[in-house]
C-alpha cells in the first residue's frame, strides 16, 4: 500500500509541476489552480506514505521518480533538448532509486 500511496504523490507532482509551465507564472487561472491542488494532493499522499515507510527511502523515490518524469516530458512533450548527456543524467537518477530501492529492502 505505501508503493500504491507513493505513486500517486508522484503522480500528483508530476501534473502538478507540468500545470505550472502552463501557469505563465501564475498568470493564467486554471493552470495555477491545478498546480496548487496537485501538489497539495501530493504532499497529503507523500504524508500518508510516510506513515509506514522511510523518509529517507520515499523522499529519494518520490523526488528522482518525479525529476526523471519531469525531465522525460520536457524533452518529450515540450520541446526541450535531448541530449546524450541529459539522457544519461535521467538513466542515473533512476538507477539510483533502484539501488536505494533494492538497498531499503533488506
Same mark, same amino acid.
Given at each position: 500500500m505505501p508503493y500504491l500511496l507513493l505513486a500517486g504523490a508522484i503522480l500528483s507532482e508530476v501534473l502538478a509541476t507540468t500545470a505550472m509551465k502552463y501557469s505563465d507564472g501564475f498568470s493564467k487561472l486554471w493552470p495555477s489552480v491545478y498546480t496548487g491542488v496537485g501538489y497539495l494532493v501530493a504532499f497529503v499522499?507523500?504524508?500518508q506514505t510516510l506513515k509506514s515507510m522511510?523518509? *529517507?527511502t520515499a523522499y529519494a523515490i518520490w523526488a528522482g521518480v518525479g525529476t526523471a518524469l519531469i525531465a522525460a516530458i520536457g524533452m518529450v512533450f515540450l520541446g526541450e533538448s535531448?541530449?546524450?548527456l541529459k539522457v544519461l543524467g535521467v538513466l542515473l537518477v533512476i538507477a539510483g532509486v533502484v539501488v536505494l530501492n533494492?538497498? *531499503?529492502t533488506h
Amino acid at each position: 500500500m505505501p508503493y500504491l500511496l507513493l505513486a500517486g504523490a508522484i503522480l500528483s507532482e508530476v501534473l502538478a509541476t507540468t500545470a505550472m509551465k502552463y501557469s505563465d507564472g501564475f498568470s493564467k487561472l486554471w493552470p495555477s489552480v491545478y498546480t496548487g491542488v496537485g501538489y497539495l494532493v501530493a504532499f497529503v499522499l507523500l504524508a500518508q506514505t510516510l506513515k509506514s515507510m522511510s523518509v *529517507g527511502t520515499a523522499y529519494a523515490i518520490w523526488a528522482g521518480v518525479g525529476t526523471a518524469l519531469i525531465a522525460a516530458i520536457g524533452m518529450v512533450f515540450l520541446g526541450e533538448s535531448a541530449s546524450a548527456l541529459k539522457v544519461l543524467g535521467v538513466l542515473l537518477v533512476i538507477a539510483g532509486v533502484v539501488v536505494l530501492n533494492a538497498a *531499503g529492502t533488506h
